[in-house]
């Protein structure tokens, strides 16, 4: 897919274009590459515009702190094949930071896509609301990057993925046209589902710049549990126990290695997190009590809430990162083959199977290379990420197989919103495949 | 009405279909294909070339492929239970029913995910999944009969969605075969890296992108306790007020609706009798479900809020039997109103939950103006209004009025900040409704998505999207 950039825009005069549109002081220059932050839907439009004019390659990105967020990447390495090519224009959503309209009663939020996981939750909090999302990355990443590549934390076991909490979205394409997907209902099947289209999409159909989002009452009682345990295996027994207890967790993680505080001390731990009323919260605490023992650490409220925020940090940002899926039923075997591994910090989603792991940055992803061959004969997904500061490469992947009808597919659907192929869906073949959780 | 008349399969494209389905797995018997001229909006009659019933995904990818070749149009076809006209053959499109798919091909307890063939009647699967204390969540009213396939195509919701969400958050992989008859696997559990998110797109498509030959569901455990509790009002207003409190207090009801004076009175007069007031404004039942050491104080707070607003009784069932008859007036109700006029247009929008009580108020007077009787049973939780217009279809000018009404309702809808349909789909039936809810640029982005996923036009023709905007008006 990759587009034929035989003759480059002369790069002064096209920003002179584009600071035309969102004036000087909305740009900037990150490694040569440049920085525009629009505010409006029609200045988002018009820049995609010049962009298809002068074909630039553009990266949609939100404040570029997360993860698997949109950065700018040189990445390249001996032992891996392939450069992967740099944009020329990153339209980040950085300065599209407010609230359009919380409606308390109707239990929904429109916000800019800028706008910050935290101050979301800060708006809606006063009015008993929250966002039922904790994705990797804390509470300072944006919610356009969170829904642009689908990333989801440990309370998907009960409220879902991000694509799950979205009524409406607007996404600018790659055309430059301002598409207002959705609605603000909770229930809504007026034409083909390009809501959940674009969520999780990286960037591929455009520009994410504003999102409606359902809204859960603030629960009554928020609990944490954790129980140490001396090894990973005996960990996860505990775990696949009380994960497949018959009642609504809200996350149920198991974590490894060195974590923020309040998740801090030693051991592995199993983590429960009950959140409902008081009454229901008590009588789910007797039940996995009774099936783990007594816990070694009991969080509520705000120490509960802080230790959802250190999981979000501890599964953000680092030197290498991995994240492998399979199905929950195989994560003892992945498990024992992980207890070779030098990670610095391990995560499971005891529900869902999904492991993200961080080594140390001096040794490189060589560790890692043992689970390709796992994930290949168990069957799953896995990649390795190496982080530079503000440049993120996925150096190794196992995929589902992409048979040619699926990959036509794809390819037709992208370019139906983006037929000049500016987006990264086009120009860089790595992209699609490797954002969702 | 009568949208067409068929042009007949010929017996070569017959004799071959037959070769891959079997004889008894095509019908061209006129009489025969009366069944399939209809889905569960009456209004709409059309019977189709033929029906094909394949067994297997082979079979399916083999009779597309068929069809693909000899030009014909097809329409998948479930139970034929929905009601926005979805799938009904026009054009003298064939159809390719699911009924002969109708196996679990794997209950998995230790990743709670199945695996289903389309055909598989929604209750069915909950029915196979409870001796492992797991559930399938979505429970459209229809759910003794509709299909998996069916509900995928529809996105279907159900009264306690409101707790658990629709069909689209339970469906995790598909396989699919598009309309050339090539074979598409998309997501599953196993490998969770689809993107762009294919199975998100195509559950809703109202089988206007090929038909889904498995599909994989996750499923959830089952509730420790549940409680329900009917509150009678003396008007609908009240209930409204007893939903928006309720709401407002943080309580996450699994299911919260009103059945209206009307349905009430119907349902009375019916042998589906539940025993509410026929005097009464309003009925409300709703019902918490989870950790059954919470649900009591929940049901008091709940009971509290229904007083407030103005309730002159509230029942509390004490075991599923009476559970069950708290229930039945509202399960019942569409088929009870069959009494009060021979046919029955359910319409389906959804509002603002805020919007309710005025919403209700107008639609009651555009019932009035159009002389039609409007009963009301609704998904109020989620502010999913299934207003019906209850009339005589061998009267034209009765259908005309009610045509009128029906648009006018809509309108209405979209101008309190809602939308066409909450959970039955655009179909044929509300198409030309489209353009009131999406811009000409997002219904050429649905054009073109379509066309990546059948650019021939065969799949389902005249659904969905409006004239102008699906290939097969664009010649």
Redesign the interface.
């Known amino acids: 897919m990759t587009q034929p950039w035989v003759l480059r825009a002369d790069p002064l005069r096209v920003r002179d274009r584009l600071a035309g549109v969102v004036g000087p002081g909305a740009m900037s220059i990150e490694e040569g590459v440049t920085v525009t932050s629009p505010t409006t839907d029609a200045e988002t439009a018009d820049l995609l515009r010049v962009a298809v004019e002068e074909r630039w390659r553009v990266l949609p990105r939100g404040a570029g702190l997360g993860p698997w967020a949109f950065h700018v990447d040189n990445a390249h390495d001996e032992r891996f094949p392939g450069t992967i090519e740099a944009p020329d224009l990153i339209i980040s959503s950085k300065d599209m930071t407010e609230i359009v309209i919380h409606e308390p009663g109707d239990l929904t939020v429109c916000v800019r896509a800028g706008m910050t996981l935290g101050a979301i939750q800060s708006a809606v909090s006063a009015e008993r609301q929250w966002l039922a999302l904790d994705p990797p990355g804390g509470s300072e990443i944006t919610l356009g990057g969170v829904v642009a590549t689908g990333v989801a934390g440990p309370l998907r076991a009960q409220y879902g993925r991000p694509r799950d909490h979205i009524l409406g979205l607007t996404l600018v394409d790659g055309k430059g046209r301002v598409l207002s997907l959705g609605g603000g209902v909770v229930k809504n099947v007026a034409g083909f589902d390009l809501v959940r289209l674009a969520a999780g999409s990286c960037g591929a159909l455009g520009m994410i710049t504003q999102i409606t989002l359902r809204l859960y009452p603030r629960p009554e009682e928020d609990r944490t549990l954790i129980w140490r345990r001396g090894s990973l295996v005996s960990a996860w027994e505990l775990g696949r126990d009380l994960a497949t207890l018959p009642i609504p967790l809200g996350a149920a993680e198991l974590l490894a290695g060195g974590w923020p505080s309040p998740l801090g001390g030693g051991g592995v731990k199993v983590l429960l997190r009950l959140t409902g009323s008081e009454r229901a919260v008590r009588r789910m605490v007797e039940i996995v009590t009774e099936k783990g023992g007594a816990p070694d650490d009991d969080l509520t409220g705000e120490l509960s809430m802080a230790a959802a925020h250190a999981v979000s940090e501890g599964d953000g940002a680092s030197p290498v990162s991995f994240r492998l899926h399979s199905l929950p039923s195989r994560s003892g075997d992945i498990l024992s083959s992980l207890q070779e591994i030098p990670f610095e910090r391990l995560s499971l989603h005891l529900l869902g199977g999904t492991f993200r792991g961080t080594l140390p940055g001096a040794m490189g992803v060589t560790p890692l290379f043992p689970l390709v061959e796992i994930v290949r004969e168990l069957g799953g997904t896995f990649s390795m990420t190496r982080d530079r500061g503000n440049s993120t490469a996925t150096v190794v992947e196992v995929r589902q197989p992409t048979s040619l009808p699926r990959a036509r597919l794809r390819s037709d659907i992208v370019r139906g919103f983006d037929p000049s192929g500016i987006l990264p869906g086009a120009w860089r073949e790595d992209w699609l495949g490797s954002g969702a959780d | 009405m009568t949208v067409d008349s068929p042009p007949v399969l010929e017996p070569l494209v017959v004799q071959r279909l037959r070769s891959v389905v079997g004889e008894d797995g095509v019908i061209v018997d006129p009489n025969r294909l009366l069944v399939y001229e209809s889905d569960g909006l009456t209004q709409y009659r059309c019977a189709p070339a033929g029906v094909v019933l394949p067994r297997s995904t082979r079979e399916v990818s083999e009779t597309l492929r068929i069809l693909h070749e000899e030009e014909r149009h097809f329409v998948a076809r479930g139970a034929g239970t929905g009601l926005s006209g979805g799938a009904l053959p026009v054009g003298g499109a064939v159809v390719v029913g699911t009924a002969r798919m109708n196996e679990i091909l794997e209950v998995?307890p230790?990743?709670?995910r199945a695996r289903v063939q389309p055909g598989v009647i929604n209750a069915h699967l909950t029915r196979a999944t409870l001796p492992h204390?797991l559930i399938y969540a979505p429970d459209p009213s229809s759910q003794s009969a509709c299909t998996l396939g069916g509900n995928v195509a529809?996105?279907s919701?159900g009264p306690h969605?409101l707790k658990y969400?629709?069909t689209?958050?339970y469906v995790t992989g598909l396989t699919v075969v598009?309309p050339n008859g090539?074979?598409?696997?998309?997501g599953?559990?196993?490998?969770?890296?689809?993107?762009?998110?294919?199975v998100?797109?195509f559950?809703?498509?109202e089988g206007?992108f090929g038909i889904a030959t498995e599909i994989e569901v996750a499923l959830i455990?089952?509730?420790?306790g549940v409680r329900t509790l009917l509150g009678i009002f003396r008007s609908i207003e009240d209930a409204g007020r007893a939903v928006?409190d309720i709401?407002?207090r943080?309580?996450?009801p699994a299911a919260l609706e009103i059945v209206d004076a009307e349905t009430i009175r119907a349902v009375e007069a019916s042998i589906f009798a539940a025993g509410y007031p026929v005097d009464a404004g309003a009925a409300l039942v709703v019902e918490f479900d989870?950790?059954?050491?919470?649900?009591d104080?929940?049901v008091r707070e709940a009971v509290a809020c229904c007083e407030a607003a103005g309730a002159r009784e509230v029942r509390t069932a004490a075991d599923d039997e009476e559970r069950s008859a708290l229930w039945s007036g509202r399960k019942k109700a569409f088929g009870a109103m069959g009494r009060l006029a021979p046919d029955l247009l359910v319409q389906d929008a959804?509002?603002?939950?805020?919007r309710l009580p005025e919403v209700l108020g107008r639609v009651e007077e555009i019932g009035e103006r159009y002389g039609l009787l409007v009963a009301n049973v609704f998904?109020a939780g989620?502010?999913?209004l299934h207003p019906n217009l209850l009339f005589d279809r061998r009267d034209p000018e009765v259908v005309a009025r009610v045509e009128a009404a029906s648009k006018e309702i809509m309108a209405v809808c979209i101008e309190a900040?809602?939308?066409?349909?909450?959970?039955?789909?655009?179909g044929l039936d509300?198409r030309h409704f489209?353009p009131l809810?999406?811009?000409p640029?997002?219904?050429d982005?649905?054009g073109?998505?379509?066309?990546?996923?059948d650019p021939w036009g065969r799949c389902n023709p005249g659904k969905?999207?409006p004239d102008g905007h699906a290939l097969e008006d664009q010649g």
């Open positions: 998995d230790p990743n709670r204390g529809e996105n919701g969605c969400g629709v689209t958050r598009l090539e074979v598409v696997v998309m599953g559990l196993e490998c969770d890296d689809d993107a762009p998110d294919l998100g797109l559950v809703g498509s206007c455990p089952r509730s420790e928006s709401m407002a943080g309580m996450l989870g950790v059954d050491a919470g649900l104080a929940e959804t509002v603002p939950r805020t998904h989620d502010g999913n900040g809602g939308t066409i349909t909450g959970e039955h789909g655009v509300k489209m809810v999406c811009s640029d997002v219904l982005a649905m073109r998505v379509k066309a990546a996923f969905v999207l």
